[in-house]
Every structure is written in structure tokens, then in C-alpha cells.
């Protein structure tokens, strides 16, 4: 570093130094890796979401038959941890109103 600091005096003087540069390039590659990480992640669980809704409104078609749109909203807005919990009820639910307690 200290040969850079030596070149950078002599010659004119960029606007960013190559050390500042570096930083910056490498700040750069560090917040491109992460934000790729990041929307793996969220893309991973927005699938599982999906796949569990789907499954669980094949599961709930079969076991009551058609579902009202009402039952279809609520099942694509659900958390994971909520779509789970209600395909566990499907085993002994009597009605749809059972699973998602409201009756």
C-alpha cells in the first residue's frame, strides 16, 4: 500500500484513491453476495408457501368438496407455520369451519 500512496503523490491526484477504490469495489461484492443470499431465502419460502397452500386446498377439496373463494383467499395469505396447523385438522375436522376455527 505504501508504493500506491507513493505513485498517488506523484501523479495527479483521481478523484478516488486505488485504496478507496478497493473498499468500495469489494463493499460492492460483499452487498451483491448478500443480497443474493438473502433472495434465495425469501424466494425458498415464498415456494413452500405456495406448495403447502396448494396442497392443502387439494386436501380440503377432496375431503369437503368445491371451496368457497373465502377459504382460497385465506389459505394464499397463511404463513407456513398456519398451513401446517390446518392440515393437521384435516385428519379429524368435520367441517371446513373445524380446521379454521370459526365454529
Known amino acids: ?3 500506491v500512496y507513493t505513485l498517488e503523490r506523484n501523479v495527479t491526484m483521481p478523484y478516488v484513491t486505488s485504496a ?6 469489494k463493499g460492492l461484492q460483499q452487498g451483491r453476495q448478500e443480497g ?3 433472495g434465495r431465502q425469501e424466494g425458498r419460502q415464498e415456494g413452500r408457501q405456495e406448495g403447502e397452500a396448494a396442497l392443502l386446498q387439494s386436501l380440503l377439496a377432496r ?3 368445491a371451496l368457497p373463494d373465502s377459504v382460497r383467499i385465506r389459505l394464499d395469505g397463511a404463513t407456513v ?4 396447523s390446518w392440515a393437521i385438522k384435516v385428519l379429524d ?3 371446513l369451519d ?3 376455527d370459526q365454529g
Open 36 to 38: 443474493r443470499q438473502e
Open 81 to 84: 407455520e398456519q398451513l401446517e
Open 1 to 3: 500500500m505504501d508504493e
Open 93 to 95: 375436522a368435520q367441517s
Open 20 to 25: 478507496e477504490r478497493f473498499g468500495i469495489e
Open 63 to 65: 375431503r369437503f368438496g
Open 98 to 100: 373445524e380446521i379454521f
